[in-house]
T-cell receptor, first 113, second 113 residues
Framework: AQSVTQLDSHVSVSEGTPVLLRCNYS??????LFWYVQHPNKGLQLLLK??????LVKGINGFEAEFKKSETSFHLTKPSAHMSDAAEYFC???????????FGKGTRLHILP | DAGITQSPRHKVTETGTPVTLRCHQT?????MYWYRQDPGHGLRLIHY???????DKGEVSDGYSVSRSKTEDFLLTLESATSSQTSVYFC????????????FGPGTRLTVT
């Protein structure tokens, strides 16, 4: 069975400060993990993905995530927040062994001026 | 941007009426997906297709049916719309299976009165 938990429904940071969005997963098989971003009234866009290669994954717009198997985590980080990062972020777990695609409930990121 | 369109973009309908949403892609991707997005639930998979005439159920398939007669088109039908099906519906495509990134359409906002 697979599941994904985004530990914070809302995160607020000041512009120019680091961003940390937390994601924990559970999977019976080797997972593929993704982070997607959704700006207001838009569809989702891929930020980055992990599919069993390097554990530190770099994505678009300065975001990166580290796959930690021992902690079953895939947290999303960015060194310096920008106003344009204000959006909702979704962590997703999938597996090639079954057809499940599980989305987290989302974390809304607020950027304070 | 991936070539994915959804129609209609907005629809208001009455309880008990049938509704069909269309997803059209120009990328020739094999997999197509229908999701619904509701506050506090993230995205939940309704149905997906892994080829022409090949479809399978997702986690919230009750009350929905799909058809795929051409690679580029994936239709979602609500047999008899209910107020609980008021939601934003997203179509997505991917080249292959669930470990590949998905590209999302702009969404259809459906209101059932």
């Amino acid at each position: 069975a697979q599941s994904v938990t985004q530990l914070d429904s809302h995160v607020s940071v000041s512009e120019g400060t680091p961003v940390l969005l937390r994601c924990n997963y559970s999977s019976s098989y080797s997972p593929s993990l993704f982070w997607y971003v959704q700006h207001p009234n838009k569809g989702l866009q891929l930020l980055l993905k992990y599919t069993s290669a390097a554990t530190l994954v770099k994505g678009i717009n300065g975001f990166e995530a580290e796959f930690k198997k021992s902690e079953t985590s895939f947290h999303l980080t960015k060194p310096s927040a920008h106003m344009s990062d204000a959006a909702e972020y979704f962590c997703v777990v999938t597996s090639n062994r079954d057809d499940k695609i599980i989305f987290g409930k989302g974390t809304r990121l607020h950027i304070l001026p | 941007d991936a070539g994915i369109t959804q129609s209609p973009r907005h629809k208001v309908t009455e309880t008990g009426t049938p509704v069909t949403l269309r997803c059209h892609q120009t990328e020739n991707h094999r997999y197509m997906y229908w999701y619904r997005q509701d506050p506090g639930h993230g995205l939940r998979l309704i149905h997906y297709s892994y080829g022409v005439k090949d479809t399978d159920k997702g986690e919230v398939s009750d009350g929905y049916s799909v058809s795929r007669s051409k690679t580029e088109d994936f239709l979602l039908t609500l047999e008899s719309a209910t107020s609980s099906q008021t939601s934003v519906y997203f179509c997505a495509i991917s080249e292959s299976g669930q470990s590949y990134e998905q590209y999302f359409g702009p969404g259809t906002r459906l209101t059932v009165t």
